[in-house]
């Protein structure tokens, strides 16, 4: 996937804008595993990660490649205007 969005960047064709957000805020979101979601990660053991540790793990794993993408990055820190002052310049 990097490679073909790395491509269509230097085309010009597209951009990529990553909602960055901390651990403990994506567990937040997550919430308890339940029926509708099944976890992603699981212990030694074979029981699911706690929603905290399992957004740890993912973040661990997946930051290099979501920043080696990234045009732009927004910390969920960020007010939503700022967030849009942000944004919006690079898509208008």
């Known amino acids: 996937i990097a490679a073909l ?3 269509a960047r230097e ?3 597209a951009w990529v804008l990553w909602l960055d957000a901390a651990p403990e805020v994506l567990a937040e979101r ?4 339940d029926h509708n979601r099944p976890p ?3 212990a030694a053991d074979g029981t699911p990660l706690s929603p905290l ?3 740890r793990v993912l ?3 997946r930051t290099l490649s979501y920043a080696a993408v990234s045009d732009l990055v927004i910390d969920n820190k ?3 205007e700022e967030a849009l002052d942000r944004i919006i310049p ?3």
């Open 5 to 7: 969005l790395n491509e």
């Open 59 to 61: 973040r661990s794993e």
């Open 90 to 92: 690079r898509i208008v």
């Open 11 to 13: 085309q010009r064709r």
């Open 78 to 80: 960020r007010s939503i």
């Open 30 to 33: 997550i919430g308890a595993h």
């Open 40 to 42: 992603l990660r699981f």
């Open 53 to 55: 540790e399992e957004s």
